[in-house]
């Protein structure tokens, strides 16, 4: 029997009565037109809140950091030490910026659809046994709506272009997608011709992932924050569920900005010192330069 939809304001606060809800319809409501969701709306409070407290919390940088400043910046020191080593030290100075980022934009994001009301309040339909289930919520997480998550991946690809292009170079990227990489002085002759086929066959195949990557990245975290929005209620916000979506908040948002570190680092990230043991001719891009 068909029921007619409704607005109601179920488990605005967590409680162990709450009913078991539905499936969450993955289409973000729509304003003005089509050019404002309701992920979006989220997305810009939650940044406006977070730039806020960031700023209430550091205040004025000094030389002499205060204790919440120091806090902070041990942070950050954390996480360079943590992408330094994929980055490279040469891109490092261009990509920190953008992978801190990535990295408290989308852990805050992820973390704000686990607020109460945030999903479980909007319109639905109460079923036959009483139970309202939500079919579309007036507030959803910015991360469990396709689009935004596809605007971060391709955020993250166009970056990841201007770095190379500026740390790398045309040639050397040419050459670390379709050059042969065996030394030519151990390999014999009628060999090396067949390796140089090898690798600009997996160079294809390489250009070919590159072109997907905005796809993958977007899908794995889209996937994971709707699939666990869709867990919380259909369990009714059981209490293991909730800490489970609170390590998978994090989770995400480290694989995701890992990954775009990692895509920056296989190609500007070559170690200096294995350049100056094969020579020149290891990285003829290079040499070019």
């Known amino acids: 029997m068909s029921l007619a939809p409704k607005l109601a304001l179920p488990a605005l606060f967590l409680s162990s009565g709450m009913s078991a809800f ?82 408290i934009f989308i852990l805050v ?37 396709f689009n935004s998550t596809i605007a971060l991946a391709l955020i993250s690809f166009g970056a990841w272009l201007i770095i190379i292009f500026k740390y790398a170079g045309p040639k050397m990227i040419l050459w670390d997608l379709f050059g042969n990489k065996a030394d030519k002085k151990d390999t014999p002759g009628w060999l090396y011709p067949i390796l140089s086929l090898v690798f600009l066959v997996v160079g294809l195949i390489e250009v070919f992932s590159i072109c997907i990557r905005p796809f993958t990245l977007s899908v794995r975290l889209f996937g994971n924050v709707f699939g666990g929005e869709n867990l919380l209620h259909g369990t009714g916000f059981v209490f293991v569920f909730y800490f489970m979506e609170l390590m998978v908040g994090l989770i995400q948002a480290i694989v995701f900005t890992l990954l775009s570190a990692v895509y920056i680092g296989l190609i500007t990230n070559h170690d200096d010192g294995h350049d100056a043991e094969h020579g020149d001719a290891a990285h003829p891009a290079e040499a070019a330069h």
């Open 22 to 103: 539905a499936a969450v319809d993955p289409a973000a409501s729509q304003f003005l037109g089509g050019w404002v969701t309701n992920s979006m709306l989220t997305g810009w409070a939650v940044s406006l809140v977070l730039a806020l407290v960031i700023v209430k919390l550091i205040g004025k940088p000094s030389l002499l950091p205060t204790k919440r400043q120091a806090v902070f910046e041990s942070l950050l020191e954390a996480l360079r030490g943590l992408f330094e080593p994929i980055v490279g030290k040469k891109a490092f100075p261009a990509a920190f910026p953008l992978l801190v980022t990535f990295f």
């Open 109 to 145: 994001q992820n973390y704000a659809g686990l607020l109460p009301g945030v999903g479980t309040v909007g319109y639905g339909h109460t079923d036959a046994e009483g139970h309202f289930h939500i079919t579309r919520a007036l507030v959803r997480p910015f991360t469990a709506d």
